[in-house]
């Protein structure tokens, strides 16, 4: 068993920062492939970023790409997603997502087995 707790989330205004962190705890050897998805309410839940935690590969959202950062740790059980120049159209809840086989498309919430509660970020204009 997984479990995913972010943290991190807040209010902010338009063009500031927020960093989110998912902490992963239990049988977290094998989670090959973590990331970041958001959803907004009457929205599918879209990746945002996700890392290859063993080679590093990242994946990221063209809407995100130069603003968004994902990191892990050295010891690879916690994750963060490091927001700058924030926009009000990323207000939406963020989720931490977890996979032990590579998905066929990173960015599609079905590949990923393993969930975080969420943490809400609002950016206001």
């Known amino acids: 068993q997984v479990q995913l707790v972010e943290s991190g989330g807040g209010s902010v205004q338009a063009g500031g920062s927020l960093r989110l962190s998912c902490a992963a705890s239990g049988y977290t050897y094998g989670l090959n492939y973590m990331g970041w998805f958001r959803q907004t309410p009457g929205k599918e839940r879209e990746g945002v970023a996700v890392?290859?935690?063993?080679?590093?590969?990242?994946y990221y959202a063209d809407s995100v790409k130069g603003r968004f950062t994902i990191s892990q740790d050295n010891h690879k059980i916690t994750l963060y997603l490091q927001m700058s120049s924030l926009k009000p159209e990323d207000t939406a809840m963020y989720y931490c997502?977890?996979?032990?086989?590579?998905?066929?498309?990173?960015?599609?919430?079905?590949?990923?087995?393993?969930w975080g509660q969420g943490t809400q970020v609002t950016v206001s204009s």
């Open positions: 890392i290859y935690t063993r080679g590093g590969r990242i």
């Open positions: 997502a977890a996979a032990r086989v590579r998905p066929p498309n990173w960015a599609v919430r079905k590949w990923y087995e393993y």
